[in-house]
């Protein structure tokens, strides 16, 4: 009785530790594109409780991975969830191996309006920042009629983000 419950339990587990099927077609398909790669490796970066502590927003052990080829990193891969108006919505951040971002992606977006945050146009206001930037909504990046919420959080997200990349460079996990 016990056996086939600790079974069960063991597998969601598992489960609950990898890219869903869906969000992970997306996220290859924009690391090809974006590093004009076609085979790569995709492993998880795993941070250490005492660094985690430090973090503005804590790493989970399934959204951040290293990108590498032939076991040379070529950069990172940070995926997440951000709220927007009564929902949320899924985003990825590519970094190159200096920890400059290289593209931004809105990977499911769950709304009916705000969508415009997954323009190329709007996202890409993002490449280039690394953890010494500050980005400050409606200053550094352009405001959205219509998504506010929604371009605010994800604004809010990459900032976080960049903050959380100074603390695990600092401390070697990157």
Do not use: C
């Given at each position: 009785?016990?056996?086939?419950?600790?079974?069960?339990?063991?597998?969601?587990?598992?489960?609950?530790?990898?890219?869903?099927?869906?969000?992970?077609?997306?996220?290859?398909?924009?690391?090809?594109?974006?590093?004009?790669?076609?085979?790569?490796?995709?492993?998880?970066?795993?941070?250490?409780?005492?660094?985690?502590?430090?973090?503005?927003?804590?790493?989970?052990?399934?959204?951040?991975?290293?990108?590498?080829?032939?076991?040379?990193?070529?950069?990172?891969?940070?995926?997440?969830?951000?709220?927007?108006?009564?929902?949320?919505?899924?985003?990825?951040?590519?970094?190159?191996?200096?920890?400059?971002?290289?593209?931004?992606?809105?990977?499911?977006?769950?709304?009916?309006?705000?969508?415009?945050?997954?323009?190329?146009?709007?996202?890409?206001?993002?490449i280039g920042k690394t953890?010494?930037?500050?980005?400050?909504?409606?200053?550094?990046?352009?405001?959205?009629?219509?998504?506010?919420?929604?371009?605010?959080?994800?604004?809010?997200?990459?900032?976080?983000?960049?903050?959380?990349?100074?603390?695990?460079?600092?401390?070697?996990?990157?």
């Amino acid at each position: 009785m016990f056996l086939p419950f600790l079974a069960i339990i063991t597998s969601i587990g598992l489960v609950s530790f990898s890219i869903p099927k869906r969000l992970k077609k997306k996220v290859e398909k924009e690391i090809r594109k974006t590093f004009s790669v076609e085979k790569f490796t995709l492993d998880k970066v795993i941070v250490p409780d005492s660094i985690n502590n430090q973090l503005k927003e804590k790493i989970k052990e399934d959204n951040l991975f290293k990108i590498a080829i032939n076991e040379k990193t070529i950069g990172y891969a940070f995926l997440d969830k951000a709220p927007s108006k009564t929902d949320e919505f899924d985003y990825l951040i590519l970094l190159d191996e200096n920890l400059i971002v290289a593209k931004t992606k809105v990977l499911i977006y769950r709304e009916d309006y705000g969508g415009e945050i997954g323009s190329k146009r709007w996202l890409k206001q993002f490449i280039g920042k690394t953890p010494k930037d500050k980005l400050r909504y409606e200053k550094d990046i352009v405001a959205i009629s219509g998504a506010t919420i929604s371009a605010s959080s994800m604004t809010i997200a990459v900032n976080n983000f960049l903050k959380n990349l100074e603390i695990l460079h600092q401390n070697k996990v990157l």
